[in-house]
């Protein structure tokens, strides 16, 4: 008797210590918590941007979870206090308790083909939630799958003193109906009690009626009338199929032409005729399998027992459909917006295209901006406009903000800035040469020791055609390092000097030799007759002395023709005078005396 004393004694501390517990939790708890919907959402703006919804959604989830935590202690602490005080008071306290959190606890509910028996929000004798409804819904489809049940002989046997009320059938539990479970569901235990029997023999009546013989047969007869369309449809397709291809074929020997790139002849009328049959066979399996894919689930559903299997095939295939489905009509927006830039830059584009052209014909003139700067502008601002709509467009690109996305551009623009060093400074050449206008096409310039007429430029390169007519391809950085001569613009601005050089022996006074070179320059042709030819005395040798014809001409392109004539005119003059235009060395090593000195005598 002592021991037992001793044991009721100890309880009763164990609740009186718990009870201010209870109360103080219930404090810390709606403090931290909350139970109004402003403390959440004071809570939710102080740790996260009150737009991101789905993180609002996740601590939502945490609250509803620790009220529902909650509610399990407070309810399993005024058990244990019932166990010791049986009377109202604690059932007060406990009905005050669920109305309090009912507005965060959601229940779970028990469905069987399609009908909910009941919601569940307490759990009982160690059983969560999820374990009394998965136990609720095992017992009643094993009495619904067994012939031999009636569903009539279900009772109801109050237990624990009147605190529960089992639902049996023989000397087996279905479920368990408690008060906890009346007051969440705002009645009585019996009526509760009464309601869910009610509801698990309609249920049990309605799976035995499909678990019937003719509902058997009745199924099998759909599986394979199912079946049997299935099958028709794969004939239809093939059937279908053949015809097509049949037409095609024909259409392709009359009407299709081949497709040619200038004078390659890209794809015969025989392949073409070979990808659009093989696309109808493509197609074709596609349809095919888009009929497997409906009708799979659609054999699945037809039993009960591999209903879910359906069911889950279904979510396989109209998930991703409908995620597809709605990213497309959400996107919707963000490609209006797109369009908006691109045309808006596009028609940009096109005005700076029509200023170019316009000053490019020399019908807009703008002081200092010369014509053949207007295309290589135009190609700046065109490349610097497309990089700004990129620019712009990019945020509104699918999968912009994802890091697969964001690694991948990168990776990409890593790779063309260590691939493009020599590219870029090439097109950066190409820009400043544009500019500093050194040449023009068709002008023949002298680049290094290379002399050529100028017949491409090119972002990266510019070609030459010199006069043994070989095409030079020399990088923009190597030509804006190079000394540029343009022998086109000095012989059009100033009159290019060309000259020829003679040695003569000093037997010739160098006053006869100034005049008959000077008479050799005025008989050449393609030379400015308006401007007078000069010498220049180079050097005074041992034997002879050097002298430079000087011939100015308009004309860059006539240079060496010019040269070839002033040579030949050299010689006759020269000739016909009876000058020597031997070496004076090689004269006097054959012990000859000079001609010129011979005809004065």
Excluded: C
């Amino acid at each position: 008797m002592k021991i037992y004393k001793l044991l009721f004694a100890l309880q009763i501390a164990i609740v009186t210590a718990l009870t201010p517990a209870h109360g103080q939790l219930s404090k810390i708890t709606d403090a931290i918590l909350g139970t109004e919907q402003d403390a959440l959402e004071g809570m939710v703006g102080d740790s996260v941007p009150k737009s991101d919804s789905q993180t609002i959604a996740e601590l939502t989830e945490q609250i509803r979870q620790l009220k529902q935590n909650e509610a399990e202690y407070l309810l399993e602490l005024e058990r244990t206090k019932g166990i010791l005080f049986a009377d109202s008071l604690h059932e007060q306290r406990k009905k005050g308790i669920i109305d309090s959190l009912k507005q965060f606890v959601q229940g779970t509910p028990v469905v069987i083909e399609d009908d909910t028996i009941r919601v569940f929000y307490t759990s009982y004798g160690g059983f969560t939630v999820p374990v009394r409804v998965a136990n609720t819904e095992h017992n009643i489809r094993l009495l619904g799958d067994t012939r031999s049940v009636k569903p009539d002989s279900i009772y109801l046997l109050e237990v624990n003193d009147g605190e529960q009320i089992e639902i049996m059938y023989a000397n087996k539990v279905i479920t368990s109906v408690l008060k906890e479970d009346a007051m969440w569901l705002s009645t009585t235990l019996d009526s509760l009690a009464k309601k869910d029997r009610d509801a698990i023999v309609n249920v049990v009546k309605q799976l035995h009626e499909k678990n019937s013989f003719i509902h058997i047969i009745k199924r099998i007869g759909l599986f394979l009338l199912v079946i049997a369309i299935q099958v028709a449809l794969i004939y239809g397709t093939n059937w279908l199929y053949r015809k097509v291809r049949y037409r095609v074929a024909r259409f392709a020997e009359k009407k299709l032409k081949p497709i040619s790139i200038r004078d390659y002849e890209l794809l015969t009328v025989k392949r073409l005729s070979q990808i659009i049959l093989f696309l109808f066979s493509v197609f074709r399996y596609i349809v095919i399998l888009i009929q497997l894919i409906i009708t799979i689930p659609i054999l699945f559903s037809i039993f009960p027992q591999t209903k879910h299997i359906a069911m889950t095939l279904f979510g396989y295939i109209f998930t991703p459909l409908k995620s597809i489905f709605a990213s497309v009509i959400g996107y919707i927006p963000n490609l209006f917006t797109i369009i908006i830039i691109y045309y808006l830059i596009k028609f940009l584009i096109r005005g700076v295209k029509f200023l170019a052209t316009e000053i490019e014909g020399e019908r807009l003139k703008i002081p200092g901006f010369y014509p053949d700067w207007a295309m290589p502008t135009f190609n700046i601002i065109r490349f610097l406009l497309i990089a700004f709509m990129i620019a712009m467009i990019y945020p509104y690109l699918p999968g912009s903000s994802s890091g697969v996305f964001q690694g991948v551009s990168v990776f990409v623009g890593l790779i063309v800035s260590l691939g493009s060093g020599s590219a870029i400074g090439n097109i950066i050449a190409g820009l400043v040469i544009t500019y500093m206008r050194p040449f023009r096409i068709g002008d023949r310039i002298k680049l290094g020791e290379v002399i050529g007429d100028v017949i491409e430029k090119t972002p990266f390169v510019t070609r030459l055609k010199t006069p043994r007519n070989e095409i030079i391809t020399m990088p923009n950085s190597t030509i804006l390092s190079s000394q540029v001569t343009n022998l086109t613009l000095s012989a059009s601005n100033y009159g290019l000097i060309v000259h020829a050089n003679v040695a003569v022996g000093y037997e010739v006074p160098w006053q006869v030799a100034h005049e008959l070179l000077i008479k050799a320059a005025k008989a050449t042709e393609g030379t400015i007759k308006e401007r007078e030819p000069f010498v220049f005395d180079l050097g005074l040798e041992d034997y002879y002395n050097t002298y430079q014809i000087n011939v100015y001409i308009d004309d860059a392109n006539k240079m060496l023709k010019v040269i070839t004539d002033l040579n030949s005119n050299i010689q006759n003059i020269f000739m016909v005078e009876g000058i020597d235009l031997e070496s004076p060395v090689l004269i006097s090593e054959r012990g000859q005396s000079p001609r010129y000195k011979k005809k004065e005598e």
